[in-house]
């Protein structure tokens, strides 16, 4: 079955603690990204990746880290998590930028 | 920056109403892409329109891609309870347009 995955689905930390989120696709998928949704802002986007080791940064990338070492796993690393990134984050994938994006499940974020 | 608008905010209808979301976009897109996200959920992508005043139909939903390729609409005929959930658009964007800049949304509810 064509899948992202995403681990943890949910996540209460503390200010500081470094933590990684990990986003796995079995597509085969050339581009993947992840976003965090707030609520009246949507989807924005905080890394992309068009292949293998390129990564780009989104629009709001302050605070996150991201590689891509192999094709199927893009994760999202935050370095020292502060309150202001308690959020619902998303990993996505595609064949490219054109193409229909398949999202994972979510991880929802707390960051006391 | 480009920027993505979406109104309205919210919509709350009767079932078997019609329901209409607008998306406006700052710059010209080369295509843009529907997804729906059901409460709870992770977006979902609907559709993908390319060529200016396209028109695609999926059952009692309507969407269609502006002439100027910069606005876009999504509409329901006698919405369902189960078409509740959040109509995102989104399309390229940044100085490479390898970004994808969503819109806010629009929550959508049905009253049974």
């Known amino acids: 079955e064509a899948q992202v995955t995403q681990n943890p689905r949910y996540l209460i930390t503390v200010t500081g603690k470094k933590l990684t989120v990990t986003c796995s696709q079995n597509?085969?998928?050339?581009?993947m990204s992840w976003y965090r949704q707030d609520p009246g802002l949507g989807l924005r986007q905080i890394y992309y990746?068009?292949?293998?080791?390129?990564?780009d940064k989104g629009d709001v990338p302050e605070g996150y880290k991201v590689s891509r070492k192999e094709k199927r796993n893009f994760p999202l690393i935050l370095e020292s998590p502060s309150p202001n990134q308690t959020s619902l984050y998303f990993c996505?994938?595609?064949?490219?930028?054109?193409?229909?994006?398949?999202f994972g499940p979510g991880t929802r974020l707390t960051v006391t | 920056g480009q920027q993505v608008m979406q109104i309205p905010q919210y919509q709350h209808v009767q079932e078997g109403e019609d329901f209409t979301t607008y998306c406006n976009s700052s710059?010209?897109?080369?295509?843009i892409q529907w997804y729906k996200q059901r409460p709870g959920g992770h977006p979902v992508f609907l559709i993908q329109?390319?060529?200016?005043?396209e028109v695609k139909k999926q059952k009692r939903l309507t969407f269609q891609f502006g002439e100027a390729k910069k606005n876009s609409s999504l509409h329901i005929t006698a919405t369902q309870t189960t078409d509740v959930g959040t109509y995102f658009c989104?399309?390229?964007?940044?100085?490479?347009?390898?970004?994808?800049?969503f819109g806010p949304g629009t929550s959508l509810s049905v009253i049974p």
């Open positions: 710059t010209t897109l080369s295509n």
């Open positions: 597509m085969n998928h050339e581009y």
């Open positions: 329109l390319v060529k200016s005043g």
């Open positions: 996505a994938s595609s064949r490219d930028i054109f193409y229909e994006q398949y």
């Open positions: 989104a399309g390229p964007g940044g100085t490479s347009y390898d970004k994808v800049i």
């Open positions: 990746s068009m292949n293998v080791e390129v990564t």
